[in-house]
């Protein structure tokens, strides 16, 4: 089997020949290949040569666009930066507010330049792996969209003061979703993975939950036309995966480590895929033994369900990461099927 037919066989179900596994390792590829940390958020080519060092290093069954959510605030007007060594934040919002927002031009989705720039590595990687590996394109949802352009308190005042400043904003958010979205899936992407987390109740209130954000997900996830996996985005997703079941085109949930699969699947139910449950950030503070131990828990846990694969979850790898934790992890893999192809 390839990693594609490994993932989709996991999508179904069906056994495979061994566990498939991704590795969130976006940042990692500079490293891989010595790129300069700038360049490789900057040039498609440089970022699609670090994921091919990354397959060809580590072996991962799926493979990601940049972890670059700043590029979406980019995108409205906000201004990014940060330290060298690290993907681009967003240091400066383009508007204040929700209403002011809503006087922000929409990006335009084939001319804005941060936003070719994700599209063209999908289509460099799309085109290299075709039909072998499937690519993820990476982005946030509607909801997640703001915090990028006024701030996270901006946006937290609007969902609980001024729902219908916020139902404007979601509104005029889901639109540049779907067209980037939608963009992404026709450039080559395999799949979607984005955040939702101000449709989680560890985020806002049940009230904003089901009033406002949940409606936003389903009106933007009916519109594109291709899966989408939801990522926990650093908050508790098991508690409230219940608000997200029945989502449209959604396939999946990449969920913390340490959250309990079994309670996942009973709250899910036979269907989607269940990804995740091995830290990802805590790797570079580890051992290969260490690493190697926690897979085969990790693994442990999620063999009993045809439809696990093994992700690191959180944020990137960090690139301090030793290459051994890494390798130590296909090794693991390995040992649970019967290599890596």
Same mark, same amino acid.
């Given at each position: 089997?390839?990693?594609? +037919?490994?993932?989709?066989?996991? *999508?179904?179900g069906? /056994?495979? $020949?061994? @566990? =498939?596994?991704?590795?969130? %390792?976006?940042?990692?590829?500079?490293?891989?290949?010595?790129?300069?940390?700038?360049?490789?958020?900057?040039?498609?080519?440089?970022?699609?040569?670090g994921?091919?060092?990354?397959?060809?290093?580590?072996g991962?069954?799926?493979?990601?666009?940049?972890?670059?959510?700043?590029?979406?605030?980019e995108a409205f007007?906000?201004?990014?930066?940060?330290p060298l060594?690290?993907?681009?934040?967003?240091?400066?919002?383009?508007?204040?507010?929700?209403?002011?927002?809503l006087?922000?031009?929409?990006?335009?989705?084939?001319?804005h330049?941060?936003?070719?720039?994700?599209?063209?590595?999908?289509?460099?990687?799309?085109?290299?792996?075709?039909? +072998?590996?499937?690519?993820?394109? *990476?982005?946030?949802? /509607?909801? $997640?969209? @703001? =915090?990028?352009?006024?701030? %996270?308190?901006?946006?937290?005042?609007?969902?609980?003061f001024?729902?219908?400043?916020?139902r404007?904003?979601?509104?005029?958010?889901?639109?540049?979703?779907?067209?980037?979205?939608?963009?992404?899936?026709?450039?080559?992407?395999?799949?979607?993975?984005?955040?939702?987390?101000?449709?989680?109740?560890?985020?806002?209130?049940?009230?904003?939950?089901?009033?406002?954000?949940?409606?936003?997900?389903?009106?933007a996830?009916?519109?594109?036309?291709?899966?989408?996996?939801?990522?926990?985005?650093?908050?508790?997703?098991?508690?409230?995966?219940?608000?997200?079941?029945?989502?449209p085109?959604?396939?999946?949930?990449?969920?913390?480590?340490? +959250?309990?699969?079994?309670?996942?699947?009973?709250?899910?139910?036979?269907g989607?895929?269940?990804?995740?449950?091995?830290?990802?950030p805590?790797?570079?503070?580890l051992?290969?033994?260490?690493?190697?131990?926690?897979?085969?828990?990790?693994?442990?846990?999620?063999?009993?369900?045809?439809?696990?694969?093994?992700?690191?979850?959180?944020?990137d790898?960090?690139?301090?990461?030793?290459?051994?934790?890494?390798?130590?992890?296909?090794?693991?893999?390995?040992?649970?099927?019967?290599?890596?192809r």
């Amino acid at each position: 089997m390839n990693s594609l +037919e490994r993932v989709l066989a996991a *999508l179904q179900g069906q /056994p495979s $020949d061994r @566990p =498939p596994f991704l590795l969130n %390792l976006s940042l990692y590829g500079s490293r891989l290949t010595g790129a300069p940390v700038k360049a490789h958020f900057a040039d498609p080519a440089v970022f699609a040569e670090g994921q091919m060092a990354v397959r060809e290093t580590f072996g991962p069954d799926l493979l990601l666009s940049p972890f670059l959510v700043s590029a979406l605030g980019e995108a409205f007007g906000s201004r990014a930066g940060g330290p060298l060594e690290q993907a681009p934040n967003i240091r400066a919002f383009a508007a204040d507010s929700a209403s002011a927002a809503l006087r922000l031009p929409l990006p335009d989705v084939d001319g804005h330049p941060r936003l070719l720039y994700l599209r063209e590595t999908i289509r460099i990687l799309a085109r290299k792996y075709e039909g +072998e590996v499937p690519v993820i394109g *990476l982005l946030v949802s /509607p909801p $997640d969209l @703001p =915090p990028l352009i006024i701030g %996270l308190e901006a946006w937290l005042d609007a969902l609980l003061f001024r729902p219908e400043e916020a139902r404007a904003l979601l509104d005029r958010c889901t639109d540049f979703f779907v067209q980037l979205g939608t963009a992404m899936l026709q450039d080559g992407a395999t799949a979607l993975a984005l955040t939702a987390n101000l449709a989680n109740r560890f985020m806002v209130p049940a009230e904003v939950v089901t009033g406002l954000s949940r409606p936003a997900l389903e009106r933007a996830f009916s519109q594109i036309p291709g899966p989408i996996i939801v990522h926990h985005g650093g908050c508790p997703l098991v508690p409230h995966l219940a608000d997200f079941r029945g989502l449209p085109q959604v396939v999946g949930f990449l969920v913390d480590a340490g +959250e309990d699969l079994a309670a996942a699947r009973a709250i899910l139910g036979p269907g989607p895929l269940l990804l995740g449950n091995l830290d990802g950030p805590g790797l570079a503070d580890l051992s290969p033994e260490q690493v190697r131990g926690l897979c085969e828990r990790a693994l442990d846990a999620g063999s009993p369900d045809p439809q696990f694969i093994l992700a690191t979850s959180g944020a990137d790898v960090p690139l301090e990461t030793p290459p051994d934790c890494l390798q130590a992890i296909t090794e693991a893999i390995c040992l649970a099927g019967g290599g890596l192809r």
